[in-house]
């Protein structure tokens, strides 16, 4: 092969069996029994369902483990986790809802670590997954949240008072609210639980596929010599992009349960 | 305080400017979704094909009064 004539698309056309990742990278198939299907999906384990239930027996141990004997002065796993409760307590729950949110305080919390720790396995050997990029797990969280607050409001202001406060939002002549109230009906107790749910999907799938695709790619290009360059840039730009997902694994966690208890400020204090 | 149901809150700058792009997005939706729904209703029970696209637009309308009333100024 003469070098000089050859470009990398050509190389790479040459090459057989490259298939760029795609949606399959998320479709996982049953472990163990099958229980059936329901809606033509089977019911059953999958790896992400394992996976989902060691997130929570991770943190179920975490927290047992670090407050089973608490100490005054903390040390070691009881001071790392405390600093995750605090965190939690004063810069979300305090922060955002003030002294009225902290009977949620335990809700948000647990949802803070779970969120977290789902994320943080898409980066974790030997899981590699994350949690999140399967759309149940946020929807389902962000169902539970449409439940909380919604409950959390009718419990605060009643029924009348809680929709009032939602559909007829102060400050608008009164015509108006004909045009706006169903507007604020969908916006509220219909689109608010999935764009919760979507952005928080979508960033999970986003940050697997371009990990798949840098190392994926990493692993094919140096297989051929004349690619052995791009490949090790690829595996370079993966090993930056792990360090970027451990970040973002936190943050979506952080604004995961920031948003809830946004949500639930709204709903335990109402626009004035 | 002032503070709104997208969380508005002093102390808090870090990440608003997301959420209030977000909830812009979900509240133009919102409105699309409203009035779009009534006016596809609306077709449905009279035949005709009218009432969607304007339904959509006076949505938009709608979303946009909202935003600018939650978020302007």
Known sequence: MRVDAVTLPNVLAAQEGFHSPGIEEFEWPCIGPNFGTVFGYDVCLNKVGVFMLLAMLTIIILFYVAFRDAQIVPRGLQNAMEVGVEFVRNSIVLEVIGPKGLPYMPYLLSLFFFVFVGNLMGVIPPFLFPVNSRIAIPLFLALLSWVVFNFAGIKEQGLPGYLRSNLFPPGVPWPLYVLITPIEFVSTFLVRPFTLAVRLLANMIAGHLVLVVFFLGAAYLVQNPLTVVFGIGSFLAGVVFVVFELLVAVLQAYIFTILNAVYLAGALEPEH | ?73
């Not at chain 2, 699309?32 to 029970?45: E, N």
């Open chain 2, 1 to 73: 305080m002032a503070r709104n149901p997208d969380g508005d809150h002093e102390g808090r700058e870090w990440g608003r400017g997301s959420n209030v792009a977000w909830s812009i997005i979900g509240t133009l939706f919102a409105g699309m979704i409203a009035w779009g729904g009534i006016g596809w209703l609306i077709d449905r029970a009279t035949g005709s094909n009218l009432f969607l696209p304007f339904g959509i637009l006076l949505g938009v309308g709608g979303a946009l009064y909202v935003i600018v009333k939650r978020y302007g100024s």
